[in-house]
């Protein structure tokens, strides 16, 4: 940019004087000199981030204008040929699922396990119980999984009962 390019510059105000303690102390006095020729200066006020500039003229969630086009025929399709129509059908609905079984199961074993130790243990095997006796009224839930879940969540409450008679009798609780 050359110097007859520029904008004309507004008058700037005077640069403070050095004060007479600020000289006695012996600091400098500041030394600030007009900007150079190449510097351009700012408008008259910098736009602040967000401020609307000008540039967009629709909101951001108006609709868009969709202008059709026709692609360019396959070669070796004729144009008169109709293109299949495509049938958009819905997903086949989900069956009940699977695994209730396998859950009761899974307690029944973890109640057999903790019912060997301890007599609090019942509820786990309670929880097996009821899991595998909805497991067995099921139409897809393996009937023998069910079975042993049932049958090995009794043998946990039977030992849970076991365990906290044998603690009963030990304890002035009973006779």
């Known amino acids: 940019m050359t ?36 510097v351009a200066l700012a408008d008259e006020a910098s736009p602040l981030p967000g401020a609307h500039r000008g540039g967009f003229q ?11 086009q026709s692609a360019p025929a396959e070669p070796g399709t004729e144009e008169d040929e109709p293109l299949p129509t495509a049938q958009w059908l819905m997903p086949p609905a989900d069956g009940p ?55 090995i969540g009794v043998v946990s409450i039977l030992y849970s009962a076991g365990w906290l008679l044998f603690a009963a009798y030990r304890a002035p609780f009973i006779g």
């Open 3 to 38: 110097p007859d390019e520029r904008m004309p510059q507004p008058p700037r105000p005077p640069l403070p004087e050095a004060s007479a303690a600020d000289a006695a102390a012996g600091v400098p006095s500041p030394a600030v000199e007009p900007p150079s020729p190449d």
């Open 58 to 68: 629709r909101l951001p969630t108006a609709p868009v204008s969709v202008v059709s």
């Open 97 to 151: 699922h699977r695994g209730l079984g396998a859950w009761a199961l899974a307690f029944a074993i973890a109640g057999l396990a903790v019912s060997l130790f301890v007599g609090w243990g019942f509820p786990i095997g309670i929880v097996a119980v009821v899991s595998a006796i909805l497991a067995l009224r099921r139409p897809l839930e393996s009937r023998a999984v069910a079975v042993w879940a049932l049958s």
